[in-house]
């Protein structure tokens, strides 16, 4: 019985080191960090119905700004991913449906600069207030994610926890946010002319 005490403690011990538990625990961790990047895109989604009536009433004639807005925000909200759905095409097209909505937003934020009713609004300040800071959590809960599925994939593909996934797991490295607005890898050009 002493004998077998050692020959316990030692293979609990490599099984510690191996990946045996690391590795599921990652891809949790990797799932729930999705799960707050899409309850950030959610909570902004949401928010925009609000800030497009709040707009519609001042601005009528914006019409088509409005209805862009609304287009793009069913676009963003009819791509549902979960964490095994996260493939590098999957993710391309979840991003550019919410570069979509992004956009259309920018532009009727740039319609309610032209509006000095719209712009001393309180519910409109408001708003604009959540949405900025709803875009900031989003690129927290990016940053998040992007930091989990860094994580994982080292787990997956470094030996010698990689081992133990070709063995048991057989989990494949998870995708990346890359940059997907057009010449986003360059720095903007400011000329003050």
């Not at 119905?49 to 009433?57: A, F, H, Q, S």
């Not at 759905?85 to 740039?110: H, V």
Request: glycine share 4%.
């Amino acid at each position: 019985m002493t004998r077998a005490t050692p020959a316990l403690a030692a293979a609990a011990l490599s099984l510690g080191a191996c990946g045996f538990q690391s590795i599921p625990s990652a891809d949790n961790a990797v799932a729930a960090a999705w799960a707050e990047v899409q309850n950030q895109y959610q909570r902004r989604a949401d928010l925009v119905p609000n800030l497009v009536e709040t707009v519609k009433g001042a601005a009528a004639h914006e019409k088509d700004t409005l209805e862009a807005v609304m287009a793009a925000r069913a676009r963003a909200t009819q791509i549902q991913l979960t964490a095994n759905d996260l493939t590098e095409a999957n993710l391309k097209k979840f991003d550019e449906a919410q570069a979509g909505l992004r956009s259309a937003l920018g532009r009727l934020l740039a319609v309610a600069e032209s509006y000095p009713q719209i712009k001393a609004n309180e519910n409109f300040r408001d708003l604009q207030v959540q949405l900025e800071g709803t875009e900031n959590r989003i690129a927290v809960a990016r940053r998040r994610y992007i930091d989990e599925v860094r994580t994982f994939n080292d787990l997956v593909t470094v030996p010698p926890t990689s081992w133990t996934n070709s063995l048991m797991y057989h989990k494949q490295p998870r995708a990346q946010f890359t940059a997907t607005a057009a010449g986003a890898e360059q720095p903007p050009k400011v000329n003050f002319k």
